[in-house]
Nanobody, 123 residues
């Protein structure tokens, strides 16, 4: 069982930056691919970015490409999502996920989820 805890969300103006952090509570964390998803009110949960177990391979959805970067520190059991040039349409609750394929955009393909952290971007 993997427990995931997200942090780093908040309110930011358009053009600003935030870094989300996901801390995992299990020693086998380093064997899992990790991902970030987001869900806005009234919308389906969508894939944002994924990273394989070693950090050597990543995938980022087109709408955030060039603005968001996913990374991980296996020594700290932590995965990060650096978000730059934020836009109002990035407003959503952001969820950390583990146990899927790093490029799998389907939420059903991931086994473990955190509770999420809210990101609000004002115009």
């Amino acid at each position: 069982q993997v427990q995931l805890v997200e942090s780093g969300g908040g309110l930011v103006q358009a053009g600003g930056s935030l870094r989300l952090t996901c801390a995992a509570s299990v020693g086998t964390y380093s064997s899992y691919a990790m991902g970030w998803f987001r869900q806005a009110p009234g919308k389906e949960r969508e894939f944002v970015a994924g990273i394989n177990w070693s950090g050597g391979s990543t995938d980022v959805t087109d709408s955030v490409k060039g603005r968001f970067t996913i990374s991980r520190d296996n020594a700290k059991n932590t995965v990060y999502l650096q978000m730059n040039s934020l836009k109002p349409e990035d407003t959503a609750r952001y969820y950390c996920a583990a146990g899927g394929l790093y490029y799998n955009g389907n939420p059903k393909g991931w086994n473990y989820w955190g509770q999420g952290t809210q990101v609000t971007v004002s115009s």
